[in-house]
């Protein structure tokens, strides 16, 4: 390993170690910032003082500052990340353990659906650039950013659930894969929209460039040049704006899983909050935000490891 | 979407009923005569509760854009002009703001009120909402203060607040004005979202908590979710598509 490429790593290594650690600040002031007394704030004037008492248990309010963030980085760093204000008994890490498996796989689904549409779409419409099959997949990507989750969800339940019957309604039973398609395609077709203007973009950059020229004067038939000349190459830069968009894909799981009343990382975190459990919304909160951050972390190395000219910068 | 401003204002005295008017009898009706656009929960009219919850959509928006606007263009601007020690605190907080996922971190600061109301929702779209316009007025003002012009009025003697505010921010009005076009779009949306999913404030109309009602009896009266959702939807493909004539017109760029 070349030590440009291992400065590159350490160095974003570090930059992602200090944003978590920024994180975990900031989702620990947020509570201590509210003027006046917090624990008033979020349990409201028609809470007991019992459990005003608990709440402020609960979140360490008890106790001077510095301590409350050296026991809150504590509990961060243990694993547990603190304990349910609701349930005493769980640690906030337990209930999340229990649901982020459904969150990942519709994560993972939706991932799926947008790649599948974008990148034969955006593909098709770089090598027909200008013209009608152009046309139609802009239009269409247009159309995909417009549609707010929070319509498409219920337009696809009523389309394929209620009058087709092809798939499962909201409620029913999960087992299956195809309860999964709906939901995907919920979160999927904002990401798709993004991702085909992106690949279609990528690839007419690919296709002016020499080697493609070069690759057809010597007779390499249209598909082959497009799949594996072109589309391979294109694809790096689309991969860093896919990750970019995990923000999105993440705030849509919260959206998709409680339109399809799924359990979820999303669905926990709306219960904590009209619970006003705190402690699991700070753990929502700042599982999410890391998530985030890691992946961005992994793609940046991924896209080091593969490209010299980003170690650079 | 002077269309929509429009009924943002006009909205509540055309409307031809009383959103919030019980009428249990008539609960649920699909359109008709009566009610252009059917009924809902309690039997109010869907017509008026759009036309009500346009205001609100339009007063969210066009505060949360004018505080993000004018908060992220003051510190992205004075990051970009001065350097250092200001555009690395600027820059790391933005850096961690947009580290969290925008809706979660809006339900993260609602879920510190007991009783959200309109205030605490804009409070909590202008969180994240500065970020985009500081990114932009910083980035313009890295340029522009190499320009020869601000270098000229610096050379001067003319103070450095007085070089930004004549000299450096009428020169970041158009793109900005473009990104906060699609900023009303996005906030609006964003609006929606909170209330759909239960977060809105508490008695006023709005078009998510209209449409998180249609989406509870979708399979039985789906014209509620129907309407309120084409609502949102045609609005925020407005504010899109107008961001991008804005851009084609005034980016000479693109030209």
């Known amino acids: 390993m070349s030590s440009g490429l291992l400065r590159y790593l350490v160095g974003r290594l570090a930059r992602a170690l200090l944003t978590v650690i920024g994180l975990v600040t900031i989702v620990f002031l947020l509570v201590r910032l509210i003027p006046g007394d917090p624990v008033e704030a979020i349990l409201g004037d028609q809470a007991g003082p019992e459990e005003k008492a608990e709440l402020r248990r609960a979140l360490d309010l008890d106790r001077p500052v510095g301590d409350q963030y050296l026991s809150f980085l504590g509990s961060m760093a243990d694993g547990t990340m603190g304990t349910s204000f609701r349930q005493p008994d769980r640690s906030v890490w337990s209930l999340m353990r229990d649901v982020l498996p459904y969150t990942i796989v519709l994560a993972l689904a939706a991932l799926l659906v947008a790649w599948l549409v974008a990148v034969p779409l955006g593909t098709i419409a770089a090598a027909h650039a200008g013209r009608g099959w152009d046309k139609l997949a802009s239009a269409t990507a247009v159309l995909g950013l417009a549609i707010p989750n929070i319509w498409l969800g219920p337009l696809l339940i009523l389309a394929f ?6 798939l499962p309604l909201p409620g029913d039973d999960l087992a299956g894969p195809e309860a999964l398609i709906l939901p995907a395609i919920t979160i999927g077709t904002a990401l798709a929209a993004v991702l085909t203007r992106q690949t279609r973009a990528a690839m007419i950059e690919v296709l002016s460039q020499q080697y493609i020229s070069a690759a057809r004067a010597r007779g390499v038939p249209s598909i082959p040049l497009l799949l594996r000349h072109a589309l391979r190459n294109a694809l790096l830069p ?8 995990l923000g999105a894909l993440l705030s849509g799981t919260v959206v998709t899983e409680k339109i399809f009343e799924r359990p979820g990382l999303g669905t926990l975190f709306l219960d904590a909050f009209f619970a006003r459990d705190i402690p699991v919304v700070q753990g929502c909160v700042l599982v999410i935000a890391v998530i985030y951050v890691g992946v961005n972390l992994v793609v940046d190395l991924a896209y080091g490891v593969v490209d010299p000219r980003v170690r650079l910068s | 979407m002077l269309a929509f ?17 019980i009428d249990l009898l008539n609960e649920y009706q699909s359109p008709s005569m009566a009610h252009w656009l059917g009924t809902g929960d309690n039997g109010i009219d869907i017509l008026s509760a759009l036309l009500h919850g346009a ?7 066009i505060v949360v854009v004018g505080v993000s606007v004018t908060f992220g263009t003051a510190v992205g601007t004075w990051a970009g002009y001065y350097g250092k020690l200001p555009d690395h605190v600027v820059t790391g907080v933005a850096d961690l703001v947009q580290a969290f996922p925008a809706i979660v971190l809006n339900i993260a600061v609602l879920a510190l009120v007991a009783k959200p109301g309109l205030l605490h929702l804009i409070v909590a779209l202008a969180v994240n909402g500065w970020v985009l316009y500081a990114r932009l007025a910083r980035a313009e003002t ?29 020169n970041l009005l158009g793109p900005l004005v473009i990104q906060a076009t699609t900023g009303l779009g996005v906030v609006i949306l964003a609006e929606s979202t909170l209330s759909f999913l239960g977060l809105g404030p508490g008695k006023a109309v709005s078009w998510g908590a209209l449409l998180d009602q249609g989406t509870s009896v979708l399979l039985r009266f789906p014209h509620v979710a129907l309407f309120s959702g084409g609502a949102i939807a045609v609005t925020v493909l407005g504010f899109n598509l107008m961001g991008d004539w804005l851009r ?3 980016d000479p760029r693109l030209r």
């Open chain 2, 55 to 61: 205001r609100l959509a339009a007063i969210v928006g």
């Open chain 2, 5 to 21: 401003f429009t009924l943002g204002v006009i909205g509540p005295w055309i409307a031809p009923y009383d959103p919030l008017a």
């Open chain 1, 238 to 245: 689309v991969m860093t704006i896919g990750a970019a968009q």
């Open chain 2, 142 to 170: 890295l340029s522009l203060r190499e320009r020869e012009f601000v270098e000229a009025a610096r050379a001067l003697g003319v103070p450095a607040h007085q070089v930004m505010r004549r000299h450096v921010v009428p």
């Open chain 2, 248 to 250: 084609d017109r005034l």
């Open chain 1, 161 to 166: 659930g209620v009058k087709l019957r092809w």
